[in-house]
């Protein structure tokens, strides 16, 4: 059965700390990884993508890692900010050449005190 | 550009009725995709639409469906409400649905079936 866990599902942290956020998935055969960021009450934005060819992704202070052998993911936040604080949604997609079926994790509740 | 305009934005409705909510994707994005996201199953994928046409669907029952229009313009109907139907629904697009394409989402529309 495909699945998409996420890790842990809730984590506290204090302003200017780093966090890393864990994914691992049984998706197979697997296309791609998606991390979204999710503020309270309005939809997932984007935050990287990768394919299986791809071992690190970043966008500003969020890093992304994937093993494709091992089938897991991390997605790092550095420096911590108030506004970091949402919800980080893991999603991987089956191999293919559309968006196709898409499987989600249930994605970390990240809460950010100053 | 304007972003994913979904309406209504919020929704109460009793059981055993139907409800039909609409999606307006970016200027240019053809292909458009349904999600529900509850608390206790996180984001399902429903179904995508490209061109007018149904290109992949979800594990959920006929009750629900959709269409697409020929500006892109997605509506999604769901029919005989029931009480496990209360969720958030989030409408994506994208260019043309693409495997590595980036997805943006719409604000949703809470729906509370009574």
């Known amino acids: 059965k495909n699945q998409v866990e996420q890790s842990p599902q809730s984590l506290i942290i204090l302003e200017g700390k780093n966090c890393t956020l864990q994914?691992?998935?049984?998706?197979?055969?697997?296309?791609?990884l998606r991390w979204y960021k999710q503020d309270t009450g309005r939809g997932p934005v984007s935050l990287t993508i990768?394919?299986?060819?791809?071992n690190t992704k970043s966008n500003g202070r969020y890093t992304a890692t994937l093993d494709a052998d091992t089938k897991q993911s991390s997605l790092h936040i550095t420096a911590s900010q108030l506004s970091d604080s949402a919800s980080y949604i893991c999603?991987?997609?089956?191999?293919?050449?559309?968006?196709?079926?898409?499987?989600f994790g249930r994605g970390t509740q990240l809460t950010v005190w100053p | 550009k304007a972003g994913v305009t979904q309406t209504p934005r919020y929704l109460i409705k009793t059981r055993g009725q139907q409800v039909t909510l609409s999606c307006s994707p970016i200027?240019?994005?053809?292909?458009v995709s349904w999600y529900q996201q509850t608390p206790g199953q996180g984001l399902q994928f429903l179904f995508e639409?490209?061109?007018?046409?149904?290109?992949n669907k979800g594990n959920f029952p006929g009750r629900f469906s959709g269409r697409q229009f020929s500006n892109s313009r997605s509506e999604m109907n769901v029919s005989t409400l029931e009480l496990g139907d209360s969720a958030l629904y989030l409408c994506?697009?994208?260019?043309?649905?693409?495997?590595?394409?980036?997805?943006?989402f719409g604000p949703g529309t809470r729906l509370l079936v009574l």
């Open positions: 994506a697009s994208s260019l043309e649905g693409r495997a590595l394409e980036t997805q943006y």
């Open positions: 994914c691992n998935y049984t998706v197979s055969p697997f296309s791609n």
């Open positions: 990768m394919t299986f060819s791809e």
């Open positions: 999603v991987v997609s089956g191999r293919g050449s559309t968006l196709g079926r898409l499987y």
């Open positions: 200027s240019g994005h053809r292909s």
């Open positions: 639409y490209f061109s007018e046409t149904q290109r």
